[in-house]
C-alpha cells in the first residue's frame, strides 16, 4: 500500500511540472502566432492537459472497466468547474476572473452544455445500434463537437483584435521553435505517466473497495485533473486570464468528446453499458456549466460584485454532485 501511494504521489508530480510548461509554452504559442489566446487554452493547452483522461480512458474501456472510463471523464468535467470557481475566488485583482472574460467564452461553455446533454441523453436511452465501431451517441458527440470547434475558431478570429509582435521576426521564429518543442515534451511526459497513473490508481481503487462509479468519478478524476488545475493557476499567474477560462471550458468538451475516442475500444456502445447513475454526473455538468454561462454573460455587462455567489454556488452545486454519486437516489438509475 505503501508503495502504490509513492508511486502516486511521484507521477502526480511529474505529470503537475508538464503541466506548468504546457501553460508557459501554449503562452508563447499564442502569442507568436494568430491563434489568439482563446483558441490556444481551447485547443493547445486543454488538447494536452486532457491526455491524461484520454490515457486512463483508453486503458479503461480495453480492460472493461466501463463505469471507471464514464466516470472519469464526466467527473474530470465537474472537478474543471470546481477548478475554475476556485481560481475565481482566489484572484487577487480588481473583479474577479469570470467578470474580465468576454461573453465569447459562453460559446465555449454553450458547447460543454450540449455535449453534456448528448451524453445525458444517450446514457438514459441506452442504444446498442452501432456504426463503424462507434454509437449513436458516440457519432452524435463528434459531429457536434467539431462543428462547434469550426464555429468558435470563427467567432474569436472576428472579436479578437490582433497585435502587432513586439519582437523581430526571428527572435519570434525562434522562440515558437523553442515553444512547441517545449508543448510537444511536456504532453509526451503526460502521455507516458497518465498510464502508469492509472494503474496504481486502479491497485489503489481495488484495495479500498470503492465501486468503479464513484471512485472513477471522484479519485481517478482528481487525478487527471491536475494538469488542468495547474495549467489553469500558471496560465492566470502570467496574466492569460482568457486562455485560463478557455483551457477550462475546452478541456471539458474534449474530455466529452473522448468517450466517442474510447468508444472505438469497445465491444459494446459504452454509453449503453456503463452505469445509469452517469447520468446525475453528466446533469450536474450540463447544471454547472449553465450556472459559468449566467456568470459570464451577467458579470461581464454588470461588472463589479464584492463576493463571488455563483463561483460558491459553483462549489456547493459540485460537492452536492459528487454526494450524490456516492448516494445515488432510488430513482432507478442504479443497477
Not at 482563446?38 to 472497466?65: C, D, H, N, R, Y
Not at 446533454?117 to 458527440?141: A, C, D, H, P, Q
Request: hydrophobic content about 55%.
Amino acid at each position: 500500500m505503501t508503495e502504490l501511494l509513492l508511486m502516486f504521489v511521484g507521477l502526480s508530480a511529474v505529470i503537475v511540472i508538464a503541466a506548468i510548461f504546457l501553460a508557459s509554452s501554449a503562452d508563447v504559442i499564442a502569442e507568436g502566432t494568430n491563434l489568439g489566446r482563446s483558441m490556444a487554452g481551447l485547443i493547445l493547452l486543454a488538447g494536452a492537459t486532457s491526455l491524461p483522461e484520454l490515457m486512463v480512458g483508453w486503458t479503461g474501456v480495453k480492460i472493461e472497466a466501463f463505469d471507471l472510463t464514464i466516470g472519469e471523464l464526466l467527473g474530470s468535467c465537474l472537478l474543471n468547474l470546481l477548478i475554475l470557481a476556485l481560481m475565481d475566488l482566489l484572484t487577487r485583482t480588481k473583479g474577479t476572473m469570470l467578470s474580465r472574460m468576454s461573453s465569447a467564452h459562453a460559446l465555449s461553455a454553450a458547447t460543454c452544455v450540449l455535449l453534456a446533454t448528448i451524453v445525458l441523453i444517450s446514457l438514459l436511452l441506452r442504444m446498442e445500434t452501432t456504426f463503424l465501431r462507434l454509437g449513436v451517441g458516440s457519432w452524435v458527440v463528434a459531429v457536434v463537437y467539431f462543428g462547434c470547434m469550426r464555429l468558435i475558431y470563427k467567432d474569436q478570429k472576428m472579436h479578437e483584435p490582433t497585435s502587432e509582435p513586439a519582437s523581430s521576426p526571428e527572435t519570434v521564429q525562434g522562440s515558437l521553435i523553442k515553444a512547441f518543442g517545449i508543448y510537444i515534451a511536456a504532453a509526451a511526459v503526460i502521455f507516458f505517466a497518465a498510464p502508469k497513473l492509472a494503474v496504481s490508481a486502479d491497485h489503489l481503487a481495488h484495495e479500498s473497495g470503492l465501486g468503479e462509479t464513484f471512485f472513477g468519478t471522484v479519485f481517478v478524476a482528481l487525478i487527471t485533473s491536475l494538469p488542468e488545475l495547474v495549467a489553469t493557476y500558471t496560465a492566470i499567474r502570467i496574466g492569460a486570464f482568457d486562455m485560463a477560462v478557455g483551457n477550462i471550458f475546452g478541456s471539458n468538451c474534449i474530455n466529452i468528446f473522448i468517450i466517442s475516442i474510447v468508444d472505438a475500444a469497445s465491444v459494446s456502445p459504452i454509453l449503453s453499458v456503463a452505469s445509469p447513475t452517469h447520468a446525475l454526473t453528466a446533469a450536474s455538468v450540463v447544471l454547472i456549466t449553465t450556472v459559468a454561462v449566467v456568470s459570464l454573460l451577467y458579470r461581464a455587462k454588470k461588472g463589479i460584485l464584492l463576493l463571488e455567489p455563483d463561483a460558491i454556488m459553483i462549489i456547493l452545486l459540485v460537492i452536492g454532485s459528487l454526494y450524490l454519486v456516492y448516494q445515488p437516489p432510488a430513482i432507478g438509475l442504479v443497477q
